[in-house]
């Protein structure tokens, strides 16, 4: 079925849409909770069924993967957490009964509520979907278990607090102007003293090989990052050539083909799918000493991957790190 049945034309329908949603009235998280225990006759409330929406569309995008496009993007937007059939978030935990149980809320807060959204991100990379989630809200909306839908699927996750002052409109054109690389396949390789341990970005790693990351769509703002183990207790011998690392980033992309009419020298755009490879290779000499490791680090680059260490041991351990114990 064709992508066009399951829109309705405003044309001939808009009288039908205004009264549809003349029937949803706007209300918080909050009031749906209180109206919960109510007989369902005497309350009208406006639900989010963000989780049966996107694991339709997943579906049927999915049937059509590989023959009618290469890549899909989508953009969801929310104005607050699902509450509403699959995939619904329950926003009452969030609350004061952290403090009376001597529970820290936050913390408590840090893992996912379900793991309906990872499993959906699963799905979302087989059927090759992107998902970018814009949420415009100031109430608690469980960002922990939406998140994986967008970065294990290689999309990006934006919060407002409210749409008058947000840079919605500039981040969505942003994202929509850039040139983009999809169906990418991110392979490292190192020198034997050494190997790749953890790694950090919006992508997933292959279930077959080690060190292949699999990225469902990237562009040059992207940024993946790894840690590295020794692999014996000696480091990195003296006598040994310097480190090496090579990286192999295999990618699709879309270009613009230009094809001349029949009738004169006008031409029209047509697109074309390639795929390419890109190989790096990189040679690092070992520091002698603690002066040399200080002068070659990348401040920037060095925070970024300490904050994941710290996100990732707060979520798995449920205990707070303190980031000046952390020793680099």
Same mark, same amino acid.
């Given at each position: 079925m064709p992508l066009l049945s399951f829109l309705a034309p405003v044309d001939t329908c808009k009288d039908r849409i205004a009264a549809a949603l003349d029937t949803l009235r706007p209300t918080s998280s909050w009031e749906r909770g209180a109206a919960s225990g109510q007989e369902?006759?005497? $309350?009208?409330?406006?639900?989010?069924?963000?989780?049966?929406?996107?694991?339709?569309?997943?579906? /049927?995008? &999915?049937?059509?993967?590989?023959?009618?496009? !290469?890549?899909?993007?989508?953009?969801?937007?929310?104005?607050?957490?699902?509450?509403?059939?699959?995939? +619904?978030?329950?926003?009452?935990?969030?609350?004061? %009964?952290?403090?009376?149980?001597?529970?820290?809320?936050?913390? @408590?807060?840090?893992?996912? %509520?379900?793991? #309906?959204?990872?499993?959906?991100?699963? $799905?979302?990379?087989? @059927?090759?979907?992107? $998902?970018?989630? =814009?949420?415009?809200?100031?109430?608690?909306?469980?960002?922990? &278990?939406?998140? =994986?839908?967008?970065?294990?699927?290689?999309?990006?996750? =934006?919060?407002? !607090?409210?749409?008058?002052?947000?840079?919605?409109? %500039?981040?969505?054109?942003?994202?929509? &102007?850039?040139?983009?690389?999809?169906?990418?396949?991110?392979?490292?390789?190192?020198?034997?003293? #050494?190997?790749p341990g953890h790694s950090y970005g919006h992508f997933f790693p292959d279930p077959q090989y080690e060190n292949v990351q699999h990225i469902i769509c990237c562009d040059s703002f992207a940024t993946y990052a790894y840690d590295f183990d020794f692999t014996h207790a000696d480091g990195f011998s003296r006598h040994t050539e310097p480190a090496v690392v090579q990286i192999a980033f295999q990618y699709s992309v879309i270009e613009p083909v230009e094809? @001349?009419?029949?009738?004169?020298? +006008?031409? /029209?755009?047509?697109?074309?799918?390639?795929?390419?490879?890109?190989?790096?290779?990189? +040679?690092?000499?070992p520091a002698n000493n603690i002066n040399e490791i200080y002068d070659s680090v990348d401040q920037e680059a060095v925070l970024h991957i300490l904050v994941h260490k710290v996100f990732m041991f707060s979520s798995f351990n449920h205990a707070h790190v303190d980031i000046q114990q952390l020793e680099i």
């Open positions: 369902a006759d005497t $309350v009208l409330l406006g639900g989010r069924g963000f989780g049966t929406a996107m694991s339709s569309l997943i579906d /049927y995008l &999915s049937s059509e993967y590989g023959s009618t496009f !290469a890549l899909a993007r989508v953009f969801a937007f929310l104005s607050g957490a699902p509450d509403y059939g699959d995939g +619904q978030l329950d926003t009452r935990r969030y609350g004061e %009964q952290y403090a009376s149980k001597g529970e820290d809320a936050d913390l @408590a807060l840090l893992p996912e %509520q379900i793991p #309906f959204y990872r499993d959906l991100a699963a $799905v979302a990379v087989q @059927a090759g979907v992107c $998902v970018d989630i =814009f949420a415009v809200t100031d109430e608690y909306t469980d960002l922990a &278990s939406l998140k =994986f839908l967008s970065i294990e699927s290689g999309g990006s996750l =934006f919060l407002y !607090a409210n749409a008058d002052d947000s840079t919605l409109p %500039q981040d969505i054109y942003r994202l929509l &102007s850039r040139p983009y690389a999809f169906g990418c396949v991110l392979r490292l390789r190192t020198s034997p003293d #050494f190997e094809v @001349a009419s029949g009738n004169g020298p +006008q031409s /029209y755009p047509r697109f074309c799918l390639k795929r390419r490879l890109r190989i790096r290779t990189l +040679q690092y000499r």
